[in-house]
């Protein structure tokens, strides 16, 4: 085996591992929006209206945590199912690279 062939050889494992890693980074990215989602305002079916008593007080609670009176909107189970998918798929990907 002729130098260019090592050197292509070493090139095409650092090419390996940073999609490896590359992978890593988005299944960890994608679970902690799936961790994020229903612990946020935003995912709340009062956000945005007049019964919401964040709203009320701090006129953007996007993003802040949830408080009592939290109700789980009718999207966040369909979002985390679709999230949860899209890892399946990204641990496929990664699984073919291990």
Request: net charge neutral; aromatic share 6%.
């Amino acid at each position: 085996m002729d130098i260019r062939d090592q050197l292509n050889d070493v090139v095409d494992a650092f090419i390996k591992v940073e999609k490896i890693n590359q992978l890593k980074r988005e299944i960890k990215t994608k679970q902690n929006q799936i961790n994020d989602l229903p612990t946020k305002c935003g995912s709340c079916s009062l956000w945005m209206t007049s019964d919401c008593p964040k709203e009320k007080h701090t006129k953007v609670s996007n993003g802040m945590p949830i408080c009592n009176s939290f109700q789980k909107a009718f999207w966040i189970d369909n979002t985390i199912q679709k999230w949860q998918s899209e890892i399946s798929e990204l641990e496929l990907s990664l699984n073919g690279l291990i």
